[in-house]
């Protein structure tokens, strides 16, 4: 197990598309989380699971956005009617729960979305 | 949510030590302060976590003072492989929608 996988790295798409993105977390990881980062800006938080239930959702996780984590293992977001302003890295990671335990984040490599 | 607040850019040479302070004054009791790091089209790489004093790596240190109110990362001897942005987070790690970044310090080493 060498981290959290993403994939696409890449997705270009037509206004209007759906799109799918996967992420992979690290396997003793309960927790999984959504970032999405534009240009020169940190990223921001969208949502997050705990094993399978999604706990947090962002405000801006708008109802284009939906994400799922089926058996508590890897997670999917997708984004209906894709808009320019979806242009971003979407970052996946994954954690510990319990403090003590807690090393931070482990985030995969993103996927850039570019929307035309 | 604690606020933080970095310097937006800082400049440095190979083999220097590097210090970023990151201000927190309105940091919680049950908040740790943690850094990441990242590189242009990689996700943010977890560099240190602490809650006070002072804790170090085999990467950096993290200095507190008593009062929380602010930390320094403390990088020894950076190379040009150290130039990326470095984020400062203040939050409960029990609970994730208080891990907010900013938008970080972007350090670049000049050979």
């Known amino acids: 197990d060498t981290g959290v996988s993403q994939d696409p790295r890449h997705k270009i798409t037509k206004r209007g598309q759906n799109v799918t993105f996967r992420c992979d977390p690290i396997s003793e990881h309960n927790r999984l989380y959504w970032y999405r980062q534009t240009l020169g800006q940190g990223p921001e938080f969208l949502t997050y699971f705990q094993n399978e239930a999604q706990l947090e959702k962002s405000r801006l996780l708008s109802d284009r956005f939906s994400a799922e984590r089926p058996k508590g293992s890897f997670s999917t977001l997708e984004i209906q009617r894709t808009e320019q302003g979806d242009s971003a890295m979407y970052l996946c990671?994954?954690?510990?729960?319990?403090?003590?335990?807690?090393?931070?984040?482990?985030f995969g490599s993103g996927t850039r979305l570019t929307v035309v | 949510l604690a606020k933080t607040t970095q310097p937006i850019s800082m400049d440095s040479y190979e083999g220097q030590e590097v210090n970023i302070t990151c201000s927190h004054n309105?940091?919680?009791?049950?908040?740790?302060i943690t850094w990441y790091q990242q590189f242009p089209s990689q996700g943010p790489r977890f560099i240190i976590q602490?809650?006070?004093t002072k804790v170090t790596n085999e990467v950096a240190s993290l200095f507190i003072p008593a009062d929380r109110k602010s930390s320094t990362l403390s990088l020894p001897r950076v190379s040009l492989s150290d130039t990326a942005v470095y984020y400062c987070l203040v939050g409960d790690t029990g609970s994730a929608r208080q891990l907010t970044f900013g938008s970080g310090t972007q350090l670049t080493v000049l050979p």
């Open positions: 990671a994954s954690s510990f729960p319990d403090r003590a335990l807690n090393y931070g984040y482990t």
């Open positions: 602490g809650y006070k």
């Open positions: 309105n940091i919680a009791t049950n908040d740790y």
